[in-house]
């Protein structure tokens, strides 16, 4: 019916929509969860540092997942890139909130 040729394309095929659906569903997400805090965009709520405790709270999630799908990514390669991505950010951000940064906005310290 089918040669071992094609059902390892299928296969490939399959995982390949998997995966580009994965990528889109973590990326609506962000999207949703930077809107929810009052960010115009995922990128800019990546790029900001945690000021809230739901922020805090955020960014621990985010690395987790990150951590989560680093370690799946032992098993599925892909996965391992695309674990990256939230884990470096989500820990960034929760370093940044360990250090204190981003629970005083700049312009609103008196200048010197």
Known sequence: MFSVLQVMVIIAAIGMLGFVAFVALLWRSLRRRAQRLGYSSATEYLAAA???????????????????????GLLFPPLLLLGVFPLFYGGRKVAWASMGLGLVDDADQPSA
Do not use: I, N, Q
Not at 52 to 70: F, H
């Open 50 to 72: 945690p000021g809230t405790d739901e922020e805090k709270r955020d960014a621990v999630s985010l690395a987790l997942t990150g951590l989560v799908l680093c370690v799946l």
